[in-house]
């Protein structure tokens, strides 16, 4: 929808970039945001669309704009991270052909309608396997068409020696100063434990006068939070809580830890620098991530989803443990934490798991060669000039793949392993040369007018979109 700061946001900025990094060409269709910039001096094209409103006159603009970027740029998959993105795409798709694949973040409401605006393309990809399981009791989707993906971390950026010498002087936090730093969309969807800790503040202030709490993150709830914090720092006479709004250096702040509380993608980041991080969110409450908790991690994406309550007790009890916790206890908590994050999110992992979705639909109906012709009317000349082209081709290619337009797709059920599409419907020559990469003309005076005017312009046509849906065109002929 957008790119704002958030964690899906933060996927698709990682994800991009790796794709871009291993040779794919990326384009992005969003509402804009703090990563735009950053993504186009990358080298990723950015268009705008209003795609983060629900309105009918703001998905009727973004539906224009996205068939304008999609006939413009002629991608071979499109790729929607959202409700909105994903209902556009899909109608998108169905003009275009060009097949779509959607990533589910978070499970979607279903009532009041929205099902409908729930699409899920060819195939799907799931940050988590409880995402999954959503998926296939909500919208009876195929476990064979689920792949379930992880929130890629960049661990070089992501580490210990990031230094945050520089931002701790920035904010006027004192040197001496143990911070404990939430990170999230403050929206009031998504920042139960920044109210959480904040309830809490008066509790840590009295088990350790150094901590201080960092609140990072914008949306709809920052005015409160930002009220919630002030009214702290005048009863304790000292600035005790720092509300920055949005940021994009959270390596910065990763570094900058003494806890971190989070959940989803900021947990994993947390982890790569090797801080300890207590998972408490909306959806749940899991405390300090160890070796025991991995695989209630792993099945939430680290959402804690159905785990627990966060509370301000619960956060404050936490804290405590940790700091009981020796230097050889915490030492091996956060050493697995990176580890934990090298092997199982890196942004390599999600970008291949991505790119063998995107390959398995392209890879599974692509057509080499699109022959085109006089098929299917009994014309004894024209069937044995396909049999030869067929076997021509095949001689110096035997596993390329063949389209034929033909009269009727019933007919050559003697040629095996060739692909038929009907001739004279239209929905079936657009997906035919969307899937196709040479369209190939069979022999015979097919660019003619002797015998009539609709045939030559119907080839003609076809060679007009061959060129839209930039195809090579070839003319066969035989001596």
Known sequence: MGLGLGGAETHIVEL????????????????????????????????????????????????????????????????????????????????????????????????????????????????SNDLKKYLIDNYNISPENITVTVNGINTDEFSSKTDSTSLRKELGIPDEAKCIVTVSRMDFNACLAAFKLLDGAYDLYEIDKNYRIVVVGGGNALKDITAKAEEINKTLGIKFVYVTGGRTDISHFCSLVH?????????LEAMSCKKPVVLAGNQGFLGLFTRDKLSRCIATNFTCRDYGETTAENIVAEIRNIENLSSEELKEVTEFSRETVKLRYSVVKMADDADMVYKSILYKNKIDFLICGYYGYNNAGDEALLKSIIKNIRNLKPDVKIGVLVRKNTLYRDLKHIRKFNRFNPFSILKALSQSEVMLFGGGNLIQDATSTKSLLYYISLLKLAKFYGLKTMLYATE
């Open 259 to 267: 806890i971190f509380l989070v959940f989803s993608r900021a947990a």
């Open 16 to 127: 991009s970039k790796q794709l871009k990094r291993t040779g794919h060409d990326v384009i992005i269709c969003s509402n804009g945001g703090v990563y735009t910039k950053e993504l186009t001096s990358f080298g990723i094209r950015h268009y705008n669309a209003p795609m983060h409103q629900r309105s009918i006159p703001f998905m009727v603009k973004s539906l224009f704009k996205l068939l304008y970027v999609v006939l413009k740029e002629k991608p071979d998959i499109i790729h929607a991270h959202a409700r909105i993105p994903a209902f556009l795409s899909s109608i998108v798709s169905f003009f275009t052909r060009i097949p779509f694949v959607t990533t589910a973040h978070f499970n979607f409401e279903t009532g009041g309608g929205l099902r409908f605006f729930s699409r899920w393309g060819k195939k799907s990809l799931d940050v």
